[in-house]
């Protein structure tokens, strides 16, 4: 079953469940995913364009909790909490920092990244090889970190 369709029964046993915050989460995902098959047309979206959507969506939950943390508005940090919570379910299992990077010390040495001019490169390999499995904030700091 694709993620859309995964997504879509979710919502749709929430609403059964009278599960408010699961289910505006889930109606706030189902819109992004939308307007991203919109911008895809003719093309028929995939999960990984989903999972693009969801990312997006995860950092503007973390960004908005940061801002609201910052207001002191205790009642709008819960609800993006409870919210983010109900979109991170649907990224795949992310990898440990250990993982990654063992996998960034591979691809600079498939490469033969030697500088930092390089890095472009290496965050691009690893972008594509894990797949929406790693954060690209580790990501950049591991690269940084082996490169520097």
Do not use: W
Request: glycine share 2%.
């Amino acid at each position: 079953m694709a993620m859309k369709e995964i997504i879509l029964n979710d919502m749709k046993n929430a609403m059964k469940a009278q599960d408010a915050v699961k289910l505006s989460a889930l109606r706030f995902l189902q819109s992004a995913i939308k307007n991203k098959e919109i911008e895809l047309r003719p093309k028929a979206i995939a999960d990984q364009d989903v999972i693009a959507v969801i990312k997006k969506l995860c950092n503007q939950h973390k960004d908005s909790i940061e801002q609201y943390s910052k207001a002191a508005r205790q009642d709008l940090v819960d609800n993006e909490q409870a919210q983010l919570k109900v979109i991170e379910a649907y990224l795949p299992k992310q990898m440990s920092r250990e993982e990654l990077e063992k996998v960034i010390v591979q691809i600079i040495a498939e490469t033969k990244a030697a500088s930092m001019k390089d890095m472009g490169a290496v965050i691009k390999a690893t972008m594509a090889k894990t797949a929406g499995a790693a954060d690209g904030k580790m990501i950049s700091e591991i690269v940084k970190t082996k490169l520097g």
